[in-house]
């Protein structure tokens, strides 16, 4: 359901923005966002601290509520389905 609710934002598509980047190829592009970060914990932190790295030229708009909102398992499935987006 959370991954649905991504969608609303975020498109699946290459170079489509909804409000906020596509997520195609999140799962490798994150791997090089932030030194010393692997794609798993950009993702993570990206989820549960959204302001934390914004992408430039988008606004700091996702909610921030996710750390509370999913369960550990819902967790688990979303940042592992974003890290099979490559």
Known sequence: VYVSNCAGCHALEPDTIVIGPSLAGVGTRADTRVDGY????YIET?????GAYIVEGFNDVMPKNFGKDLTSADFDAVVAYLLSLK
């Open 46 to 50: 990206s989820i549960l601290n959204p």
């Open 38 to 41: 692997d794609a798993r914990a």
